[in-house]
């Protein structure tokens, strides 16, 4: 399958602060990314599709101020999660669709806002 | 009515059975369909996909799909202990359209 490397693992910061995470597609070129927010115990809920070249699409009731996307290159795509507070603690993930079909993802990053 | 819908479980089975893992889903124009495994702390890995109606075997994995009934299975033979993790079906229409997740079912192997 496609390998998609998601950077960094974990990551602990300060209330209002920001925090960038990296999501770069190893094998192949991705035009289009996925980002998803995972809370405990609860699915997947897709935040935003990230487009090389043009503007994310964000889903109903993401904050596209609060939660920046930029897919600068086919092979990178990253989130920024600007003024971090305590409620934005979650594990966030990166996926892609190289065959249009099936979703490979990244793995994971685990962000604690203190 | 949720969009793909799945018994949160958990689902205990002891070593060596078979672990029988049911997904439902709502639009009858899904064209394509997932099975992801996901363990405690980490992302989803895809085990299988399925297209067509009828049975697919990957190994000790067999995927069912019955697209009249709309719905989609994972059976695990000889499940082992480290088969635990929560299963995630997921359902697409077609290329350009989303994947939508169940909230997983979470399998427990017993020794």
């Known amino acids: 399958g496609a390998v998609v490397s998601q950077h960094p693992s974990r990551v602990i910061c300060k209330s209002g602060t920001s925090v960038k995470i990296e999501c770069r597609s190893l094998?192949?070129?991705?035009?289009?990314m996925f980002w998803y927010r995972q809370f405990p115990k609860q699915s997947l809920m897709l935040m935003a599709t990230?487009?090389?070249?043009?503007?994310?699409?964000?889903e109903q009731g993401v904050e596209k101020d609060k939660f920046l996307i930029n897919h600068a290159s086919l092979t990178l795509s990253t989130l920024t999660v600007t003024s971090a507070h305590p409620e934005d603690s979650s594990f966030y993930i990166c996926?892609?669709?190289?065959?249009?079909?099936?979703?490979?993802f990244g793995q994971g990053t685990r962000l604690t806002v203190v | 009515q949720k969009e793909v819908e799945q018994n949160s479980g958990p689902l205990s089975v002891p070593e060596g059975a078979i672990a029988s893992l049911n997904c439902t889903y709502s639009?009858?124009?899904?064209?394509?369909f997932f099975w992801y495994r996901q363990y405690s702390g980490k992302s989803p890995e895809l085990i299988m996909s399925?297209?067509?109606?009828g049975d697919k075997e990957d190994g000790r994995f067999t995927a069912q799909l019955n697209k009249a009934s709309q719905y989609v299975s994972l059976l695990i033979r000889d499940s082992q202990p480290s088969d635990s993790a929560t299963y995630l079906c997921?359902?697409?229409?077609?290329?350009?359209?989303?994947?939508?997740f169940g909230t997983g079912t979470r399998l427990q192997v017993m020794l």
């Open positions: 996926s892609a669709r190289p065959g249009g079909t099936e979703a490979f």
């Open positions: 094998d192949f070129q991705a035009t289009t």
């Open positions: 990230s487009n090389e070249g043009s503007k994310a699409t964000y």
């Open positions: 639009d009858r124009g899904s064209q394509s």
């Open positions: 399925i297209y067509s109606n």
């Open positions: 997921a359902v697409t229409g077609g290329t350009a359209s989303k994947l939508t």
